[in-house]
């Protein structure tokens, strides 16, 4: 069985930088595709960011710059280093992965960045 | 970017009920639509991919249909549990992007 757990999230000052984490079991982070998806009432889902199986990486035009994915196969999981955060980037992350479509996804970890 | 528009926001339904929620892209996304569940407090559940391949251990009632621009989920009969947000999501060009969702609230 495939299982994801974030952790990292927290409240934050604007500015400021967080780095989240998202263990994997059932899966290897570096045999398949990685996904980050924020959701915030606002802006709904939005998809942020994912790193391939191949190691090409993609990123969301607004946080281009900003965020940071990696992945570390000694420990199975998949990071979101996020600095300059921004109001707008509140929203509760999920980490998923991608064999049929975003197929499992985490629990999720709340971000909050206060102005 | 591919815009997804989703309809109805918000249906009202009664258990038994035939649902239809539909979501159309801005651009031709051939098949690569999927549809999510999701409760309050949970992350969102695969239920369709590549729009009409049903994700294991989902029930039968769950339909999905379409390509190109124009998609549908079906709920052929609905069930308490069912009452919930759904979202679609176009994966053939990045960036993924999601429909704003519809809540599918006891009538």
């Known amino acids: 069985e495939v299982q994801l757990v974030e952790s990292g999230g927290g409240l934050i000052q604007s500015g400021g930088s967080l780095r989240l984490s998202c263990a994997a079991s059932?899966?290897?982070?570096?045999?398949?595709?990685m996904t980050w998806v924020r959701q915030s009432p606002v802006k709904g889902l939005e998809w942020v960011s994912t790193?391939?199986?191949?190691?090409?990486?993609e990123y969301t035009d607004s946080v281009k710059g900003r965020f940071t994915i990696s992945r570390d196969s000694s420990k199975n999981t998949v990071y979101l280093q996020m600095h300059s955060l921004r109001a707008e980037d509140t929203a509760i992350y999920y980490c998923?992965?991608?064999?049929?479509?975003?197929?499992?996804w985490g629990q999720g970890t709340m971000v909050t960045v206060s102005s | 970017d591919i815009q997804m528009t989703q309809s109805p926001s918000t249906l009202s339904a009664s258990v038994g009920d035939r649902a239809i929620i539909t979501c159309r892209a801005s651009?031709?996304?051939?098949?690569?639509l999927a549809w999510y569940q999701q409760k309050p407090g949970r992350a969102p559940k695969l239920l369709i991919y590549q729009a009409s391949n049903l994700e294991s251990g989902v029930p039968l009632r769950f339909s999905g249909s379409g390509s190109g621009t124009e998609f549908t989920l079906t709920i052929s009969s609905l069930q308490p549990d069912d009452f919930a947000a759904y979202y679609c999501?176009?994966?053939?060009?990045?960036?993924?992007?999601f429909g704003q969702g519809t809540k599918l609230e006891i009538k």
């Open positions: 999501l176009q994966y053939s060009t990045y960036p993924y992007t």
């Open positions: 651009q031709s996304i051939s098949n690569w």
């Open positions: 998923a992965t991608y064999r049929r479509a975003l197929d499992v």
């Open positions: 790193i391939h199986d191949n190691g090409r990486i």
């Open positions: 059932g899966v290897t982070v570096t045999g398949n595709s």
